[in-house]
């Protein structure tokens, strides 16, 4: 158990210092990190990570950061998150990504399947809300007022 609780720890800590820091942003992380989730397994997979300690133990870890980076995501006021995002999408512009659009799989992947419905909702919510303050910002910025 103790060497359990060791491995867990040592793989939280490689994800944070070799891939997490580096990103700008709570959604930046969330999106890695639920990226990392197989689409159909739903298993969560980190190549290096999963070479190094096993897949089961790097999946449960992963798992935990989903729901832990989601739940952060939550505890920002709107306006924290619309920064946020707004900060998110100009980084995948500058990087040539796409940018996910309202109610797009890419956004909805960002939710644990873990998550208590009331937080899915509340997520869900909060991006329908950003999505209408980006779309008025950017009208507004078109039509010069």
């Known amino acids: 158990m103790e060497d359990q609780l060791r491995i867990y720890r040592q ?17 930046s992380r969330l999106a890695y990190v639920a990226g990392l989730r197989g689409p159909v397994s739903g298993a969560y997979e980190e190549k290096t990570l999963s070479k ?3 897949g089961e133990p790097v999946h449960q870890a992963l798992a935990n950061c989903h729901e832990e980076l989601f739940e952060r995501a939550l505890e920002l006021s709107l306006a924290q998150q619309q920064g946020e995002l707004t900060r998110y999408f100009e980084e995948r512009r500058e990087s040539g990504l796409p940018v996910p659009e309202e109610g797009g799989e890419l956004l909805e992947s960002w939710i644990p399947l ?17 999505f209408e303050l980006l779309h008025e910002r950017k009208s507004k910025a078109r039509s010069g007022t």
């Open 52 to 54: 190094t300690y096993g």
């Open 114 to 130: 873990q998550a208590p419905d009331y937080l899915k909702e509340l997520f869900r919510s909060n991006l329908r809300a950003l």
């Open 11 to 27: 793989i939280l800590y490689d994800l944070a210092l070799h891939y997490l820091e580096p990103l700008q942003g709570n959604f």
